[in-house]
């Protein structure tokens, strides 16, 4: 456990879902004072800190100094504080930031919170922030909706045959069904695939279940470096960092055969784990849209290509299957508070490998992946991130 | 690189929920320029309709706001069958 080895040793959450009583500040103070409670830490012991958080400049107005508004409420001031915005891929970005400070030896303990507020007056002021996560300047008065992209990557999917709407509706079904075992889940749940497939339509063939909630809520990590995490080692209470990869979107992105930021991405942190997608127990993927999940599936290398449906219809990627993804109800359940969504499938990941995931419990797994993406870039996702923990 | 009015659509998908300042349902889509780049824009001169449109189908730029009060932006709509015929299926069949 050397110095620049990088650990987990504490995640928080506050739960996702409606607050409109509480202020972007309380949701990001109580993630971070769970994070560092479980961390068995005090605030005093945190060197550097990242605040992640993509929407209140636009929603509420508070613009530059984000985090340092918020993580005082967990206790940590004085301190280096960054703001970390890059779009829904902000919360692995920071903990990223974290890693490689660590890694540095600029720091040993560093703690990160993600946190978003979406629920204001209407959602379609919502849908609009949303949507400078891709170039203005390219888009702008276009009408860009980001769960429209969704439908046209699964259109060509629909198209061949390779995934039919039944499996659209089917994989949303799994995700409320995770989502219904975890507590921190803004949608509790299940519901039926004829439910799914009549609820209101979005974009394309996506109804609303299919698609990640408005949500406020906020996720926490303390990450050290080894010889701090030689305790909570110890107490086999320790998640080592094996990888942690940063992307954005490559030029002429959508060009066909020009692999995508997620699959970069996630190659680029296989490699730097030593890992390969068959050695992973549990994912946790950007599925902004339930069916997006399918698309991941391959961009993951969890399948061959083509053979996304055939994965969901064997019940490998449920909970109890050889490869579980999004056991926490992912995006769509679990809800997409946009800065804090990367620093949740992070507290996931940790929590399935210390065994305290509860009901959701991927028995055994020792590997797991959180991967986040971002924006919109040239038919891309502007921005990518991939992390490998392994117990 | 000078671009054209032509292109094929890439994709396109009908939305139904707007953000802010757009009313649904309206087509927006992925054009691959005869040039080569793909670009985004809304789909328009047809119905707000799945069916209305298809990938691989012809389609030229039009220019004008596409929702009321809105900066002018490129558009396209499909090239009606008599006009999409020349060219255009050269460019198709070396696909």
Same mark, same amino acid.
């Given at each position: 456990?050397?110095?620049?080895?990088?650990?987990?040793?504490?995640?928080?959450?506050?739960?996702?879902?409606?607050?409109?009583?509480?202020?972007?500040?309380?949701?990001?103070?109580?993630?971070?004072?769970?994070?560092?409670?479980?961390?068995?830490?005090?605030?005093?012991?945190?060197?550097?800190?990242?605040?992640?958080?993509?929407?209140?400049?636009?929603?509420?107005?508070?613009?530059?100094?984000?985090?340092?508004?918020?993580?005082?409420?967990?206790?940590?001031?004085?301190?280096?504080?960054?703001?970390?915005?890059?779009?829904?891929?902000?919360?692995?970005?920071?903990?990223?930031?974290?890693?490689?400070?660590?890694?540095?030896?600029?720091?040993? &303990?560093?703690?990160?919170?993600?946190?978003?507020?979406?629920?204001?007056?209407?959602?379609?002021?919502?849908?609009?922030?949303?949507?400078?996560?891709?170039?203005?300047?390219?888009?702008?008065?276009?009408?860009?909706?980001?769960?429209?992209?969704?439908?046209?990557?699964?259109?060509?999917?629909?198209?061949?045959?390779?995934?039919?709407?039944?499996?659209?509706?089917?994989?949303? &079904?799994?995700?409320?069904?995770?989502?219904?075992?975890?507590?921190?889940?803004?949608?509790?749940?299940?519901?039926?695939?004829?439910?799914?497939?009549?609820?209101?339509?979005?974009?394309?063939?996506?109804?609303?279940?299919?698609?990640?909630?408005?949500?406020?809520?906020?996720?926490?990590?303390?990450?050290?470096?080894?010889?701090?995490?030689?305790?909570?080692?110890?107490?086999?209470?320790?998640?080592?960092?094996?990888?942690?990869?940063?992307?954005?979107?490559?030029?002429?992105?959508?060009?066909?055969?020009?692999?995508?930021?997620?699959?970069?991405?996630?190659?680029?942190?296989?490699?730097?784990?030593?890992?390969?997608?068959?050695?992973?127990?549990?994912?946790?993927?950007?599925?902004?849209?339930?069916?997006?999940?399918?698309?991941?599936?391959?961009?993951?290398?969890?399948?061959?290509?083509?053979?996304?449906?055939?994965?969901?219809?064997?019940?490998?990627?449920?909970?109890?299957?050889?490869?579980?993804?999004?056991?926490?109800?992912?995006?769509?359940?679990?809800?997409?508070?946009?800065?804090?969504?990367?620093?949740?499938?992070?507290?996931?990941?940790?929590?399935?490998?210390?065994?305290?995931?509860?009901?959701?419990?991927?028995?055994?797994?020792?590997?797991?992946?959180?991967?986040?993406?971002?924006?919109?870039?040239?038919?891309?996702?502007?921005?990518?991130?991939?992390?490998?923990?392994?117990? | 690189?000078?671009?054209?009015?032509?292109?094929?659509?890439?994709?396109?998908?009908?939305?139904?929920? =707007?953000?802010?300042?757009?009313?649904?349902?309206?087509?927006?889509?992925?054009?691959?320029?005869?040039?080569?780049?793909?670009?985004?824009?809304?789909?328009?001169?047809?119905?707000?309709?799945?069916?209305?449109?298809?990938?691989?189908?012809?389609?030229?730029?039009?220019?004008?706001?596409?929702?009321?009060?809105?900066?002018?932006?490129?558009?396209?709509?499909?090239?009606?069958?008599? =006009?999409?015929?020349?060219?255009?299926?050269?460019?198709?069949?070396?696909?």
């Amino acid at each position: 456990m050397s110095a620049r080895d990088v650990y987990v040793i504490g995640v928080g959450m506050h739960p996702f879902g409606r607050h409109p009583q509480l202020a972007l500040r309380e949701l990001a103070g109580e993630a971070g004072r769970r994070a560092l409670r479980d961390a068995g830490l005090s605030p005093a012991r945190v060197q550097a800190a990242y605040f992640a958080n993509a929407l209140a400049g636009l929603l509420t107005g508070q613009e530059s100094i984000r985090g340092q508004i918020a993580l005082r409420e967990a206790g940590v001031g004085g301190i280096a504080v960054v703001n970390v915005e890059n779009a829904c891929a902000s919360g692995a970005t920071a903990f990223h930031q974290a890693v490689l400070a660590i890694r540095a030896e600029a720091c040993d &303990v560093a703690l990160v919170v993600g946190a978003e507020k979406m629920f204001v007056d209407d959602t379609g002021r919502a849908l609009a922030a949303l949507a400078t996560a891709a170039d203005v300047e390219v888009t702008r008065d276009m009408g860009l909706q980001f769960m429209a992209i969704y439908a046209m990557r699964l259109q060509r999917k629909l198209a061949e045959g390779t995934l039919s709407l039944q499996h659209l509706a089917d994989v949303t &079904v799994k995700s409320r069904r995770h989502g219904a075992l975890n507590p921190y889940a803004q949608h509790r749940g299940e519901l039926t695939a004829d439910q799914v497939l009549a609820g209101k339509p979005i974009a394309g063939p996506l109804t609303r279940p299919m698609c990640s909630p408005i949500s406020d809520g906020a996720a926490a990590a303390v990450l050290c470096s080894g010889p701090v995490a030689r305790q909570a080692a110890a107490l086999g209470r320790a998640v080592r960092v094996r990888a942690s990869q940063l992307r954005s979107a490559a030029f002429r992105a959508a060009d066909d055969g020009q692999p995508s930021t997620a699959v970069r991405c996630v190659r680029a942190a296989y490699e730097e784990a030593g890992v390969g997608p068959s050695e992973l127990d549990v994912v946790e993927c950007h599925d902004a849209t339930a069916p997006g999940e399918l698309l991941y599936y391959e961009d993951l290398g969890l399948c061959a290509e083509g053979a996304a449906g055939k994965l969901l219809d064997e019940g490998a990627t449920a909970v109890g299957g050889r490869i579980p993804v999004n056991p926490s109800g992912g995006l769509t359940a679990r809800g997409h508070p946009v800065g804090a969504t990367g620093l949740a499938q992070i507290a996931e990941i940790v929590w399935q490998l210390r065994g305290e995931a509860g009901a959701r419990q991927v028995a055994g797994a020792m590997v797991g992946l959180a991967q986040n993406s971002g924006g919109w870039l040239e038919g891309d996702s502007a921005a990518g991130a991939a992390h490998v923990l392994t117990r | 690189m000078p671009l054209g009015r032509r292109g094929r659509l890439q994709a396109s998908a009908v939305v139904h929920h =707007a953000p802010t300042g757009f009313s649904a349902p309206y087509i927006i889509g992925l054009v691959a320029l005869d040039e080569g780049p793909i670009v985004f824009a809304p789909i328009t001169g047809c119905p707000p309709e799945e069916r209305a449109v298809r990938p691989g189908q012809a389609v030229e730029l039009v220019i004008g706001p596409a929702r009321p009060g809105g900066v002018a932006v490129p558009q396209f709509r499909p090239v009606p069958p008599a =006009a999409g015929a020349g060219p255009h299926q050269e460019g198709a069949g070396s696909e």
